[in-house]
């Protein structure tokens, strides 16, 4: 359900592009959605934050802990900025 922490683990099979975004106080920010699969072929976007988000590439395996699930327009889960 949305606003729950979670743990995930999952290959990334797709990895949008890294973009980066102010903060409120002005700072750079890297921002990057990938999406996950897990055994069950089940997928979900994962939208990751900060030097995190420059690091990940398609085929490879994350393991978040403390993800936390959104519900605008789709079930989705996201880092910690």
Known sequence: SADKVIDVLGKVIEAGEVTSINTKRGTPLS???VTLVDSSMASIELTLWGKFAETV???GILAIQGAKVSDWNAKTIGTSM
Do not use: G, P, Q
């Open 57 to 59: 590439s398609v085929d």
């Open 31 to 33: 921002k990057r959605t």
